[in-house]
């Protein structure tokens, strides 16, 4: 289990509701001016308006519209990923991509340049948020010609009256100026709103219970997985893992492991109970996997890896129906743990099975997320907050990053961790929480 560039661990609101508590019309249109044609056009988006403008680099929303939510540091944030394409047949260069409101264009909400966009410096954390389709690392910010990247956004907000609407991108660069794919030249425009969505944010109970939990590989920093594990599936890109938490638990020593670091019961997490996280419908199971050597990523071993396919990536699984269209899945159960079937119901706190090690991981973890569909390759990723828990601290990122593959050594003073109640947050990467 590692936040090393080269391998991710799998292979692959102002309302809010609470889960498992108990189980058209025409649109007129305008006729287009011949007289005016710098008149900003109708972008869709209800109160934005975007000026009309030759983009040599446009940009697509991946996913559903982003849904803020409060993470364990007290703040709103926003998080979604674009596709930008060159779309001429000459070089071109994002120099700078500011996110503003669409409502208010003169509003900067973020802004991302330099080392944020390519930093081959660094291998981990919030960096490199450009990347080669899927999401591989890229040396620079040019695109060449008929080429796309994907572009990995998120920021905070303190409130939720400053969450706009919807949102507008500014983007900076060099490009072709026009439809005769002249030389490159300085290009500077606004384009392809987003809508916020309006959604309720998902609340529901801890997938796991007790003290010393590391939420590996969350949200938000695209140098961690899983925020970065853009996929091409069913025609299209798709990120269902976008606010997936690998959770592993330290003992009291602050280690992940004590003893035999190739025997998955030496590990702290190994065997814990897997719990609903709300009232709901089991959709999917898939059991009978055996446990992996601890250590070995089956993804980068080519025996192992052609062992894997879409339907037992994520080793033995469950997919629950929470209703509303969310569903949450739980990933990499231990073989013949797995205490439901499909069309079963399932009530909050009820174990569904044990942690363990299969499929695509090399060392025990729940993977956990929400997603808007029960597919893992069809869904979008959903955000959530969870209805209670001790918010513990953070691990040091780079901790993480020099660890070996059994993750070897001390991540958390454990005797000087001071707690903190939390509601309705969800833990960010590497917080350490303990669960009621």
């Not at 090393?4 to 305008?30: H, I, M, N, Q, Y």
């Not at 909050?348 to 090690?357: A, D, E, S, T």
Request: with cysteine; proline share 8%; hydrophobic share 40%.
């Amino acid at each position: 289990m590692t936040a090393r560039r080269v391998t991710p661990l799998l292979a692959l609101l102002a309302a809010v509701v609470v889960f498992g508590a108990s189980c058209a019309s025409d649109t007129a249109t305008e006729a287009a001016s011949t007289t005016s044609p710098a008149a900003p056009s109708s972008s869709g988006e209800a109160g934005v308006t975007v000026p009309d403008a030759f983009t040599p680099i446009t940009l697509t929303a991946i996913g559903a519209p982003p849904l803020p939510f409060r993470g364990t540091d007290g703040e709103l944030h926003v998080a979604y990923d674009l596709q930008l394409t060159n779309a001429t047949a000459v070089p071109a260069t994002l120099e700078r991509i500011d996110v503003v409101d669409g409502a208010d264009p003169t509003r900067v909400l973020a802004s991302f340049s330099g080392t944020d966009l390519v930093d081959p410096a660094c291998t981990f954390g919030d960096c490199n948020r450009l990347r080669s389709l899927p999401a591989k690392y890229v040396d620079t910010a040019d695109i060449p010609p008929q080429e796309s990247r994907v572009l990995f956004l998120d920021f905070t907000l303190d409130a939720a009256d400053d969450v706009p609407g919807a949102l507008l991108h500014h983007l900076y660069g060099t490009g072709a100026g026009s439809p005769a794919f002249g030389a490159p030249g300085p290009v500077d425009y606004l384009t392809t709103p987003v809508a916020v969505s309006t959604r309720p944010v998902p609340v529901i109970a801890p997938p796991l219970r007790g003290a010393n939990w590391v939420a590996l590989n969350g949200c938000c920093e695209p140098g961690f997985p899983h925020r970065s594990s853009v996929m091409s599936v069913n025609g299209k890109l798709n990120n269902s893992q976008r606010f997936a938490v690998d959770w592993k638990r330290v003992d009291d020593r602050g280690e992940f492991y004590s003893g035999d670091r190739t025997s998955n019961d030496s590990y702290a997490d190994y065997g814990a109970d897997i719990l609903a996280v709300a009232d709901a419908t089991v959709v999917s199971v898939l059991d009978g996997m055996a446990a992996n050597a601890p250590g070995v990523l089956p993804a980068s071993d080519p025996a192992l890896a052609a062992e894997l396919t879409v339907e037992n990536v994520d080793g033995n699984h469950v997919v629950l129906d929470l209703g509303d269209g969310v569903y949450a899945m739980y990933a990499h159960l231990i073989a013949g743990s797995v205490a439901v079937k499909p069309g079963d119901t399932v009530t909050r706190g009820q174990v569904i099975g044990k942690l363990g090690n299969t499929g695509n991981a090399n060392a025990s973890h729940l993977h956990f997320q929400l997603m808007d569909g029960p597919s893992l390759l069809e869904a979008d990723s959903l955000p959530y907050e969870l209805t209670g828990f001790d918010y513990a601290g953070q691990v040091p990122p780079q901790l993480i990053a020099d660890a070996d593959d059994y993750l070897t050594g001390v991540f958390v003073d454990v005797a000087a961790l001071a707690r903190e109640p939390r509601t309705d947050q969800l833990p960010l990467n590497l917080a350490v929480v303990d669960f009621p």
